[in-house]
């Protein structure tokens, strides 16, 4: 395979060691600005060709990844959308969910849009094993510093802190509303506030609350930027049992019946699995479960959106 990648960041460093960790007969190719950190060896080693320039790539690719800053995501996806026919986003999709996909819905490409925790082991247990028509209520939280989100780079100068860059807790944190369309699909009306409360040196969102109706349960959403405290859980109650889902320590409690579950997983597993359920839609063994149209749907409303139809 012939693979490129279009910026490489943290995310598309690990993306790559782990296509190189599934696949031994595969070429990766990487564009970039040039103004960005200089790759490690590591990284180097693993790459193929690193370009500066669009007018360089030679090679039709059966792969694209667009792994630069959201608020360039589109015009990505335009000025790349001939140079292959299969392209993986990372999330957010987008800005704001509003924007015009008809000129790549109108082709036969395949448009997936990174989900990762889908593919963690509690959330495909959550998804599995539960009967989401005994539940009343699902309560959700991501609660994080963000000035300890990345070693030794100040958040002030990253994407997060800038909403004109696609920051914002309320969408940089997308993965709970996108897990929660997984397991129980779109609500029938939600309620978000929105907002900045903190002291952080950001002109983003840093606080973002929901609460969606569904028609026999009520999903509340918490999201922020400021706890000091690392947060990702969900709390499902049910009929017979509440139970408490740790995203971070992939572990499961059922407080009523007193049963616990932990699983043997990290974050390079689940993003792996992500990683072969992309090639398998390429190469048409499963359907495409996350396309440009239920993202931009997903990110219209975690911007806080009412406009809920595709």
């Known amino acids: 395979m ?65 792994t630069n800053p959201t608020d360039i995501h589109y ?10 026919d299969a392209f993986f986003i990372e999330k957010p999709v987008f800005i704001s969910g509003l924007e015009d996909i008809t000129p790549f819905i109108s082709k036969n490409n395949i448009y997936y849009v990174a989900s ?6 509690v959330v495909q247990y959550v998804k599995n094993e539960i009967d989401f028509s005994k539940v009343y209520s699902i309560r959700s939280i991501s609660s994080s510093y963000l000035p300890e989100w990345r070693n030794g780079i100040d958040y002030r100068n ?43 040196e950001i002109d983003s969102d840093d606080i973002a609350v929901y609460i969606a109706e569904y028609e026999n349960m009520v999903v509340e959403i918490h999201l922020d930027y400021f706890g000091r405290y690392p947060l990702r859980k969900m709390e499902i109650f049910t009929q017979k049992d509440t ?22 997983d990290n974050r390079d597993l689940y993003q792996m ?10 190469a048409g063994n499963v359907q495409n479960d996350n396309g440009l149209e239920e993202a931009c749907r997903v990110l219209r409303i975690a911007r806080g959106m009412q406009i809920l139809q595709c």
């Open 158 to 200: 990253t994407y997060s802190a800038h909403k004109n860059m696609g920051g914002g807790v309320s969408i940089d944190l997308i993965h709970e509303w996108d897990y929660m369309q997984y397991l129980v699909g779109f609500p029938h009306t939600v309620h978000s506030l929105i907002c900045r409360k903190s002291d952080l």
């Open 243 to 264: 139970i408490s889902v740790d995203l971070i320590d992939q572990s499961i409690q059922f407080l009523h019946s007193n049963k616990a579950i932990k699983f043997p």
């Open 116 to 121: 990762p925790l889908r593919y963690s082991k």
């Open 273 to 282: 699995d992500e990683l072969k359920h992309f090639f398998d839609i390429i």
């Open 2 to 66: 012939n693979i490129l990648f279009i910026g490489i960041g943290s995310i598309a460093e690990r993306h790559i060691r782990n296509i190189r960790s599934l696949f031994s007969d595969v070429n990766i190719d990487v564009i970039r600005s040039g103004r960005g950190k200089k790759l490690s060896t590591t990284i180097e080693q693993l790459i193929k060709n690193v370009y500066t320039d669009i007018k360089e790539i030679q090679a039709y690719y059966d792969a694209v990844f667009i």
């Open 75 to 84: 015009e990505t996806l335009l000025k790349y959308h001939e140079y292959s």
